[in-house]
């Protein structure tokens, strides 16, 4: 595949930002901005307008999209800023924030990008977490928004035995909903399920930590839908690896409700690898043995 030159894609006379972030999902149609539906992304592009007193809407970059009600702690996002709005506001733009935001999303901290920083391309992981709670009683009302209640007990140690199957680089078509011209070429780093250390508001949780370079749309949630199957002893350990060996979406696999699921945290390269990371995250990706893919987003 030829490659391609590295390159800095800030603008002259731009700033690239990075905003950590988290936000409760309950009442988002997800990140990405709709047009008259409220979405993670709308309303914070409209308060850094706002503060930053800008005439033009303000584009973010996000390191994962997440879906309508999925929750997140450790979101990260690029804003390419012009630099003299950011010389005189930076310094106050996270208590700003602050005070325009909703409650349910806050910018946790605000600082100047390295070069080739890129929040969705540069990024060499994300990490979810899924909580489950099998006790008899239901959730404990106050997590009840993101803890998913399953109804019959589950067993950790099979699901993690049926984890194993899936880690690695694979194909996760079955797992996942497919988009035209995108692969479903994935490296899934971990998966594996705890249970919390004892206490009166963890009885009954059961997490599942998901952690891959990227995810396609309902992958995590599916995987997990598997797990459960496995957990609660309707299907034998084998079944969430004979499914991704199929390639084609089981009929048996449900994929769960989203406010079970939270982004943890996103990973990034040392600053002297952001460039390369860059180019390697836009290659399509393929198997062994199969054809190479032309450039497109992983």
Same mark, same amino acid.
């Given at each position: ?14 700033? !690239?930002? !990075?905003?950590?972030? @988290? ?9 990405? &901005?709709?047009?008259?539906?409220? *979405? #993670? ?8 307008? /706002?503060?930053? !007193? ?6 973010? *970059? ?7 009600? #999925?929750?997140?702690?450790? =979101? ?26 909703? =409650? ?15 929040? &969705?391309?540069? $990024? ?31 067993? #950790? ?6 984890? @194993? ?8 078509? $079955? ?7 995108? *692969? ?35 992958? #995590? ?13 309707? &299907?034998?350990? %084998?079944?969430?690896? =004979?499914?991704? @060996? ?7 696999? +449900? ?6 699921? /939270? ?14 990371? +860059?180019?390697? %995250?836009? +290659? ?9 893919? %032309?450039?497109?987003?992983?």
């Amino acid at each position: 595949m030829e490659e391609r030159p590295v390159t800095d894609d800030v603008g002259p006379g731009l700033v !690239r930002v !990075r905003l950590d972030l @988290a936000y409760d999902g309950k009442d988002f149609s997800g990140w990405a &901005r709709q047009r008259e539906r409220r *979405t #993670v992304q709308g309303e914070l592009e409209s308060a850094l307008r /706002t503060v930053l !007193r800008l005439p033009e809407p303000v584009e973010l *970059t996000v390191a994962g999209r997440t879906d309508s009600g #999925v929750h997140a702690r450790g =979101q990260v996002a690029h804003a390419d800023l012009p630099a003299e709005v950011w010389a005189e506001h930076g310094g106050k733009l996270l208590r700003r924030l602050a005070g325009k935001l909703p =409650q349910d999303i806050r910018v946790r901290k605000v600082t100047e990008a390295p070069p080739h920083f890129d929040a &969705r391309f540069s $990024a060499v992981w994300r990490r979810y977490a899924y909580r489950v709670s099998d006790h008899p009683g239901g959730v404990d009302p106050i997590r009840r928004g993101h803890v998913l209640w399953h109804d019959r007990p589950v067993d #950790v140690e099979l699901m993690n035995a049926a984890a @194993a199957s899936l880690v690695g680089e694979h194909d996760f078509a $079955a797992y996942c909903k497919k988009r035209e011209g995108a *692969t479903t070429i994935r490296t899934l780093l971990d998966l594996h399920w705890e249970r919390p250390a004892a206490g009166l508001e963890d009885a009954g949780l059961a997490v599942a930590t998901v952690r891959a370079d990227a995810f396609c749309h309902n992958m #995590v949630r599916a995987l997990v839908g598997a797990l459960l199957l496995v957990g609660d002893g309707h &299907r034998p350990v %084998a079944f969430p690896g =004979q499914v991704l @060996a199929g390639r084609v979406r089981h009929s048996a696999v +449900n994929v769960v409700r989203p406010h079970g699921l /939270t982004l943890e945290e996103v990973g990034y390269p040392p600053d002297d690898r952001l460039a390369a990371r +860059n180019l390697a %995250a836009r +290659n399509r990706r393929t198997l062994p043995g199969e054809p190479d893919g %032309a450039a497109g987003c992983c």
